[in-house]
């Protein structure tokens, strides 16, 4: 799959409509329903304020402005010209009304305290890993005092579906590892309480941090 790497950035996906196929291969056609799980997981409710930090071709944001509904707002960033673009174009044709932009995990273009929820999904592997306690401290920075971050995360599998993950295809070096970097980062980046856990999907596995207080419980 097409990327680049950029300084500063990381490595930056050129080739969406590749990105997408891949996607439905490695869940079997279950990206949907592997999206909806992410966002249980994250807790995120009607009328929330949500950025989905490397958004790709935007399925997850759509997903989650569907969730917030039309009290709630939802934006995505990724520093791919040609995955925002696509982004842009799922959305249109849907019909949802989500802000996408260009921009990198290390420097998100919002205020502090912006966002009830941020969402980064199979995202942390793409960020050179000098980088990656500066991009967890940028989705802190834009967090309300008692906003969560979810990071998802590919966890090390043997066989054949592993050589065919995100992080294999994508990148010249295997970056499976940033499940466990999540967790430490969270910490490392001032989350008062961190939680994880696994999906039905076998190949990744989340981490929940809370900014303050404490992660809320299923209703």
């Known amino acids: 799959m097409k990327h680049d790497h950029v300084h500063g950035q990381g490595d ?9 196929l891949m996607l439905a291969l490695i869940t079997r056609g279950r990206e949907a329903a592997f999206r909806e799980s992410v966002l249980d997981h994250a807790r ?38 040609e995955m925002i673009a696509r982004a842009k174009s799922k959305a249109a044709r849907a019909g949802v009304a989500v802000n996408f932009d260009i921009a990198s995990a290390q420097k998100l273009p919002f205020p502090d305290h912006s966002f009830d929820v941020v969402l980064s999904s199979l995202m942390l592997h793409h960020l050179p890993e000098a980088d990656r ?9 834009v967090l309300k005092p008692a906003g969560r971050l979810m990071i998802v995360e590919l966890i090390q599998k043997p066989g054949l579906i592993r050589s065919l993950l995100p992080a294999r295809l994508s990148h010249r070096h295997d970056h499976s590892h940033a499940f466990e970097d999540a967790k430490v980062l969270m910490k490392d980046a001032g989350f008062a309480e961190v939680a994880s856990g696994a999906f039905r999907w076998r190949y990744a596995k989340w981490v929940l941090g809370a900014a303050s207080n404490t992660i809320p419980s299923h209703a």
């Open 133 to 141: 306690l500066q991009g967890v401290a940028e989705m802190r920075r």
């Open 12 to 20: 930056v996906i050129r080739s969406p409509f590749i990105y997408d």
């Open 44 to 81: 995120v409710t009607s009328g929330e304020r949500v950025l989905d930090v490397g958004c790709g071709t935007g399925t997850l944001a759509l997903a989650a402005k569907r969730r917030v509904g039309a009290d709630g707002k939802v934006c995505g960033v990724d520093p791919s010209a």
